[in-house]
């Protein structure tokens, strides 16, 4: 079993810059695609960004398009969201995710394709 943990998350202004990481266990990370996803109350979960499992190749949610990066090291087993520019409507609870893959590509931008979630970091943007 792949455990996850979040953290980074706090309470930032707009405009302000916020690094989320996300550690996880087991030797076998790099075999696993993995994901930011995020969930405001009252909303679905969606999609923010997801990572292949070498790091090469990555998925961004249009809404976060050119202000958020996500990377990973898989020396660390860590998976990272750099999140530049933050607006009042990224705040939501943030979660990683990871999905086992076959075939290097980022994974999917669907909720359903991850076996392992985190527990979630808050992510308060005010204005």
């Known amino acids: 079993q792949v455990q996850l943990v979040e953290s980074g998350g706090g309470l930032v202004q707009a405009g302000d810059s916020l690094r989320l990481s996300c550690a996880a266990s087991?030797?076998?990370?790099?075999?696993?695609?993995m994901g930011w996803f995020r969930q405001a109350p009252g909303k679905e979960r969606e999609c923010v960004a997801t990572i292949s499992r070498d790091g090469g190749i990555t998925y961004y949610a249009d809404f976060v398009k050119g202000r958020f990066t996500i990377s990973r090291d898989n020396a660390k087993n860590t998976v990272y969201l750099q999140m530049n520019s933050l607006k009042p409507e990224d705040t939501a609870v943030y979660y990683c995710?990871?999905?086992?893959?076959?075939?290097?590509?980022?994974?999917?931008?669907?909720?359903?394709?991850?076996?392992?979630w985190g527990q979630g970091t808050q992510v308060t943007v005010s204005s």
């Open positions: 995710a990871a999905v086992y893959v076959y075939r290097i590509g980022a994974p999917p931008p669907r909720t359903r394709e991850y076996e392992y």
């Open positions: 087991g030797r076998t990370f790099s075999s696993y695609g």
